[in-house]
């Protein structure tokens, strides 16, 4: 005698979700955007939308929005900071028209600040990248080794290939853009105009400029 098998009916329960949360960002204080604060306020580098997303349970476009919203509300309140996506995400940045009072207390207590030199060379590189250490020195008229060998011990500036002749081409970092507050080299201000072009530009032998 054949026995006929009754498919089992299918589960209406949901299954369990991938990563439970041990809290409900809508009950915390401040809801969503308090937590979004919070978070911001000990990252040490930019926190992208989605990683913000995963970490408080939320959809991307959600935290997008939120963030947006602070950042306008910052501005609008006159704040001494700013919420701005700045290199690759969203961080807290002093308000520019603090920038003097926190001018003073930097170099107040900085004990390893970029010299002149460091940042001239700095602002040439990242007007006119890709370029080589030698075409560098030909706008500055001194060598400039030592100086962009600290600029790269620093992560301020990344070597981006070579020439055909074997030198070697920098540019300016991620982390850059970060210190800089910048979206891209796009927000740099306009002082391009004002630096000779790379194909008039050639190598020069000077004395070495000390370390800075």
Known sequence: ?????????????????????????????????????????????????????????????????????????YREQGRGFDLRHAGAGWRFYSAPAHADVVGRFV?????????????????????????TRGQVSAVRGVNVDSVVRTLAARGLVVELGTEPSGAVLYGTSPYFLERMGMTSLDD?????????????????????????
């Open 107 to 131: 170099l107040d207590r900085q004990t390893a600040r970029l010299t002149q030199a460091a940042l001239e060379t700095l602002a040439v590189i990242a007007y006119r990248q890709p370029v």
């Open 1 to 73: 005698m054949s026995t006929t098998t009754t498919p089992a009916s299918p589960d209406p329960r949901p299954g369990p979700a991938p990563e439970e949360l041990a809290f409900d960002v809508s009950e915390l204080p401040g809801g969503a955007r308090g937590a979004l604060e919070a978070v911001l306020m000990v990252a040490d580098e930019p926190l992208p939308a989605l990683r913000l997303a995963t970490v408080l349970g939320l959809p991307t476009a959600q935290v997008e929005d939120h963030l947006a919203e602070l950042a306008a509300e």
């Open 188 to 212: 740099l201000p306009p002082l391009a105009p004002y630096l000779p072009e790379i194909d008039t530009m050639s190598g020069v032998d000077g004395e070495p400029e000390a370390t800075p």
